[in-house]
Structures are given as C-alpha cells and as structure tokens.
C-alpha cells in the first residue's frame, strides 16, 4: 500500500475508463448521486444511488452512460493490497473471486449506506492520524473487515454447491486451474502439472489463463504462493527456514529472491512491517 491511499469522493479518480481495459487497481464503493452502466468481463450491471460496487484489481472491466451527476464515494486498491489483505484472511477459495465478478453489486439501504460512509470514514481518520509506522497495518485490518463480509455472503448463497458465476467453457477451465492452484501451489509451480491435471496443452492453458485473468498462470500461482508466505510470516513462532520448507522451495535463499521479486522487501523485512505477535 502506497502512502496515496485515500477515501475518494472525485470521480475523476475512479479507476475504470469507458474503454474495456484491464484495471491495475479496483476500487470499493457506494453511489451517491447519479447512474452509471459498469460492466466487469459479460457482466453488466446499471448502478444507482445507494449500489455499493466492488470490482477487484485485474478484473476486465469499463464505464458506461454514466450521468452528469454520477458521484461515488470509494477507495482504490491495487494486486499487492488485495494479496495482503487475503494473507490476513485465511482459506479463501478462488471461486469466491470468480463469484465477485458477477456480484460486484450491491443495493443497501438508508442505513447500511451510511454505515459505509462511517466506515470510510474511520478508514480516513485511521489513515491520517494513527503513527506512520502503524498506520499501513491498521487501514488492511479494516479493509480485511470489508472483504470478509463479502466472503461470509457468498459462503451462505453457495451453500447448496451451485455456482451461477460460471458461464463459459473457459471460466470453468479458468476456475479449475485456479482451484488446482489454491490446492498445489505449495509442491507444484510448473504450468505443465496443471496441464495434465485438465486434460489440456500449457499453451492453451496459458491462453485461457491470460483472456479469463488477465494474467499468465504462472502469476496466479505466484500470486498463491505469496499470500501463503505472508500468512505464514504472520505466525511469529514460525522460523523462516520452517516457512522455507513448508512452500517447497529448495533454500531460503530462492525463496527470499522470489518474494523479493514479488514484493520489493525480504521475508525479514515484511515481517518487521507486520507487527504481529503470536
């Protein structure tokens, strides 16, 4: 997280264009005044007043028709938040992230909107006035609060082991891979492993991965391997070389030069940003 992180009331700031692109940031938040036509991959969804709207960072997505008066208040989050917050979260499965794509939605009432202004605004208060020491820590905790509540609904609504979010023969692969991914990514990094396991060709894999994602399958498993390792650092009483052996890697020295790669700090470093205390 960037020390720009801000609570928006500029739409300006939005971080979705009316050209479809593939978003660096997503974003999370309520309709104020105003209409606007967003879509995220097939899905398209006409937002009003009191729609709080959740689209999460990679996802395809654009803006249409919106208003003249079109307003929102919101926060913007990008790939290395999102996998911060998740590493705060526990097990949360691929397929809550394929629901949020035709979920991205959500009417709320006159006073479950204004629990969400609060909730910003706790946010901005935590923001500018906790010690800059603490503060990055402190706003992940609420954003993981936000996150989780989402997590909760979709748990209940996919009880009965339907998914309605899967509509194409590549989003299933796409799903299959990623749960493949969820479930191997600690003893299994290659693209071929996961090839085999659908009955497909690396390179197709990598084709479906990169139109359905918007990123290779190899970064998807990165992806997974480094909310494992955050997670893991998170344990005070766990030794890196434990950590090491736990995600496979051969030495802790490969594994400290990929999360570096990943992340601009050591496993140490991050740690040290983390205080956290087991």
């Not at 905790?141 to 082991?161: A, E």
């Not at 692969?173 to 991914?181: E, H, Q, R």
């Not at 995600?247 to 470093?269: D, I």
Request: proline share 3%.
């Amino acid at each position: 997280m960037s020390d720009s992180f801000h609570i928006y009331t500029d739409i300006s700031k939005l971080p979705v264009y009316e050209h479809e692109t593939y978003l660096e940031e997503g974003f999370g938040g309520i309709c104020t005044s105003g209409t606007a036509v967003i879509k995220v991959f097939s899905t398209y969804r006409q937002i009003f007043p009191n729609d709080l709207v959740t689209v999460l960072p990679l996802q395809l997505a654009q803006i249409q028709e919106a208003s003249d008066d079109f307003s929102m208040t919101f926060f913007k989050i990008n790939k290395v938040m999102l996998l911060d917050i998740m590493s705060g979260l526990g097990k949360i499965t691929p397929d809550f992230f394929f629901y949020m794509r035709k979920n991205f939605q959500v009417h709320l009432n006159e006073n479950e909107t204004q629990r969400f202004l609060y909730f910003c605004s706790i946010i901005d208060f935590r923001k500018n006035n906790s010690d800059s020491y603490f503060w990055r820590e402190t706003v992940l905790h609420l954003l993981r609060i936000y996150f989780w509540d989402f997590y909760v609904h979709f748990q209940k609504v996919t009880s009965n082991n339907i998914k309605p979010y899967i509509n194409s023969n590549k989003e299933s692969i796409a799903l299959k891979f990623s749960m493949l991914a969820f479930e191997h990514h600690k003893s299994h990094k290659q693209i071929s492993f996961y090839a085999e396991k659908l009955c497909i060709s690396s390179l197709y894999l990598s084709k479906v991965i990169q139109e359905v994602n918007g990123q290779s399958p190899r970064e998807v498993i990165a992806d997974y391997v480094i909310v494992e390792i955050k997670k893991l650092l998170r344990d005070s009483k766990l030794d890196i070389k434990e950590i090491v052996c736990q995600m496979g890697f051969s030495n802790q020295s490969s594994m400290s030069r990929f999360f570096r790669q990943r992340t601009g700090m050591s496993p140490s470093e991050y740690r040290r940003t983390i205080h956290i205390t087991q």
